[in-house]
Structure formats: structure tokens, C-alpha cells
């Protein structure tokens, strides 16, 4: 559906959408910066995931308006390449390069896309803080597949990893598991310490 030809009421309805849909994101983030706050989480990395997320949002909204199926189901890869121009924007002089490895491109709930963007965002603020180092030339690269109803997705980067840490009990934990349960996954056990699967369900 083209939006050129939709009526004023039609038009008002989206926006309408749109905004509710932008507010409850905007409010999800607040809300997780606030629990870095009060966990104390070190402002620069408060800082960095901040930016990062807001201008994604503003990638989601954007393909939400132009999506072209009722449901404004959004493209994974579509999604993922904005995603990957952002961070390498944003990271280019911290010697950090992004890839993505998106083979086979689907549509997905953008509330969905939206909870994955935020815990890809946290995992790159763990290998940050422990995992990378200054002196190297960093990659990082993660892959989004789905399997049937299900989906896997593959975080790593070149540093030292950060399974072990993510596996540990403490205060990054505890964020890092709470991003999992928006969207219902779970933690697949690996034996490389720099990799991460995580597995959900599409819907």
C-alpha cells in the first residue's frame, strides 16, 4: 500500500501507530539506561549505547513508514545494514570494524527487531569493556538466520570473547539477561569463548 494514496484518516492512524509504537521504545530505553545508572555502569558506555540505540530507532521508524505490508513487518537485512553504517559511523575512531553475514534476508516484527538491536548494542559494550583491545585491529561480526518458526543469532568478535562473562553472576549478567528475555531466547552453550548463540523464536 502506497502511502501517497492513503486518505487523511488513514494517514492520521499510522502516525498515531507510529507514535505509540516510537514512545514504548523510547520508554523500554529509558528504562534500561536508568538500570545502568543504578547499577552503576561507567557513563562513557552509557553514552556510547545510548547514541547507538536512538539512531536506531530512528532507522526502525523509518522502514516501519515505508514497509510495504500491512502488518509494517520490517527486512532483518535491510535493518542490519543501517544498523552496521551506525556503528562504524559512530565507532570509526576506535579502530572497531562491523560486519554483518545476513545470507537470506526475512521480514520481522519491528518490536522484535527493535529488543535484538539493544542486545547486539549491549554485546558490543561487553567486548569493549572485555574482550578488545586498544592496540588491535578489532572485528566484530554477528549473523541473524532463521530456521523453520526459529532464529539463531551469532555474535563474535576477534578479541578474547566474552561467553565467560556473559555466563558469570554479576551486574552485566543481569542486563544482558534481561534483553534476552524480551525476546524469549535463550543462551546456547558454546566451547569458543568468542562466540555467541543465541536462539528464539521468530514470532
Known amino acids: ?6 486518505t487523511s484518516d488513514e494517514k492520521r492512524l499510522i502516525l498515531k501507530d507510529y507514535n505509540h509504537r516510537l514512545n514504548n521504545d523510547l520508554q523500554a530505553l529509558l528504562a ?11 557513563n562513557d558506555e552509557i553514552i556510547n549505547f545510548s547514541y547507538v540505540s536512538i539512531a536506531s530507532i530512528s532507522a526502525i521508524q523509518n522502514m516501519m513508514y515505508y514497509a510495504d505490508n500491512e502488518d509494517n513487518l520490517i527486512s532483518v537485512n535491510g535493518f542490519f545494514e543501517d544498523f552496521i553504517k551506525i556503528l562504524n559511523d559512530y565507532y570509526f ?11 537470506n534476508d526475512f521480514i520481522m516484527n519491528p518490536k522484535k527487531v527493535f529488543h535484538l538491536m539493544l542486545l547486539v548494542n549491549e554485546m558490543i559494550n561487553l567486548s569493549i569493556a572485555f574482550s578488545l583491545k586498544e592496540d588491535c585491529e578489532n572485528k566484530i561480526s554477528f549473523n541473524l538466520e532463521k530456521i523453520e518458526e526459529e532464529c539463531l543469532l551469532t555474535y563474535s568478535d576477534n578479541g578474547s570473547g566474552i561467553y ?9 549478567t543481569m542486563l544482558f539477561e534481561q534483553l534476552i528475555n524480551q525476546i ?16 528464539f523464536a521468530y514470532n
Open 93 to 103: 575512531k576506535s579502530n572497531i570494524q562491523f560486519s554483518n553475514e545476513i545470507e
Open 1 to 6: 500500500m502506497e502511502n501517497s494514496n492513503l
Open 184 to 199: 524469549d531466547g535463550n543462551l546456547e552453550s558454546c566451547d569458543d569463548n568468542s562466540n555467541i548463540l543465541i536462539k
Open 32 to 42: 534500561f539506561i536508568k538500570l545502568k545508572k543504578r547499577f552503576e555502569i561507567d
Open 164 to 172: 565467560q562473562t556473559i555466563s558469570e553472576s554479576n551486574v552485566k
